[in-house]
């Protein structure tokens, strides 16, 4: 199947530092990707759409200001969490379709904010 | 309702006995249909698309029933390594491509 990687996999910040989290897709191009996150013990959930070239598409909820979304190329999205506070901590997944629609999911930025 | 709904369990089955996990979907438009498994700590990994004609891979049955609205999983001979939680998740196209996850049945094998 595909590949699709995060960096970094960990990281440990200070409240009220920015945070920027890179999803790539390494043997395929993606136009579309989605950033979720998830909480200890809880569901995955969708955050935002990333969309190649143009604006991101953000989930009810999700404050657009605070997640910076950029899909500059077709194998590249980030995402900034601005001004990190702790409840901002938690695992944080990208994932790019492939071509029959499934995901597929990069391993993961656990965050946490001290 | 939700678009996406799932029994979040736990199940909590004996080694070797047959389990059946069922995803009920809201969006009759939906078009794709999928299994995925996450296990603690990890990202989702994709166990098996689900095809209207039902499909199978070696202990693991994945049927679609449009009519009903609903995606099933079943599971035969369970393994402790098959102690997980599985994600049903659901493509639609309404403009561009929506992607909803059910909030996962949790299973858990017991020796």
């Known amino acids: 199947g595909a590949v699709v990687s995060q960096h970094p996999s960990r990281v440990i910040c200070k409240s009220g530092t920015s945070v920027k989290i890179e999803c790539r897709s390494l043997?395929?191009?993606?136009?579309?990707m989605f950033w979720y996150r998830q909480f200890p013990k809880q569901s995955l959930m969708l955050m935002a759409t990333?969309?190649?070239?143009?604006?991101?598409?953000?989930e009810q909820g999700v404050e657009k200001d605070k997640f910076l979304i950029n899909h500059a190329s077709l194998t590249l999205s980030t995402l900034t969490v601005t001004s990190a506070h702790p409840e901002d901590s938690s695992f944080y997944i990208c994932?790019?379709?492939?071509?029959?629609?499934?995901?597929?999911f990069g391993p993961g930025t656990r965050l946490t904010v001290l | 309702r939700k678009e996406v709904e799932q029994d979040p369990g736990p199940f909590n089955v004996p080694e070797g006995a047959t389990v059946a996990f069922n995803c009920t979907y809201s969006n009759s438009a939906s078009q794709s249909f999928f299994w995925y498994r996450q296990d603690c700590r990890k990202e989702p990994k994709l166990l098996m698309s689900v095809y209207s004609s039902g499909n199978e891979d070696g202990r693991f049955t994945a049927q679609l029933n449009r009519a009903s609205q609903y995606i099933s999983l079943l599971i035969r001979d369970s393994k402790l390594s098959d102690s997980a939680t599985y994600l049903c998740v659901v493509n639609s196209l309404g403009g561009y491509q929506k992607v909803t996850f059910g909030t996962g049945t949790k299973l858990q094998v017991i020796p």
């Open positions: 994932s790019a379709p492939g071509s029959s629609g499934e995901q597929f």
């Open positions: 990333s969309n190649e070239g143009s604006k991101a598409t953000y």
């Open positions: 043997d395929f191009q993606a136009t579309t």
